[in-house]
């Protein structure tokens, strides 16, 4: 009884081993689901399995910048206007705000006429 115990035990361990050393395989696999929503419904889905190296090759690397959100109307025509949100670096908006304080002709802050009282 002892002697078939152990055969199991080692014929087991032959059947477990295999599926083990093909997880290793399977972690450096990552599926990808994309989803194409161009048209009209019912819109194509494809589920794709590709090696961790490549998807991580493709994916944008973290920016280390601020960004800001920026909401810009466009006011030409008739209503209703175009309207826009971007996402811009915090560099590139103090840049646009300074050539748009050039472009006024100096300071952004309006100049009050000085108050004449009239003396009679």
């Known amino acids: 009884m002892k002697r078939i115990c152990t055969s199991l035990a080692a014929l087991g361990s032959l059947l477990v081993l ?3 050393a093909g997880a290793a395989d399977d972690a450096a696999m990552v599926t990808v689901r994309s989803t194409d929503f161009s048209g009209r419904p019912p819109f194509t889905r494809r589920v794709e399995t590709l090696p961790a190296a490549e998807v991580a090759r493709l994916e944008p690397a973290p920016v280390s910048a601020e960004t800001v959100t920026v909401r ?6 008739r209503p209703p206007f175009t309207r826009r949100t971007e996402t811009l670096p915090v560099s590139e908006v103090a840049r646009l705000e300074a050539e748009d304080a050039i472009e006024a002709g100096g300071s ?6 000085a108050f004449r009282s009239k003396i009679h």
């Open 108 to 113: 952004s802050l309006r100049k009050r006429a």
């Open 18 to 20: 295999p599926p083990l």
């Open 72 to 77: 810009t109307t466009d006011y030409g025509g």
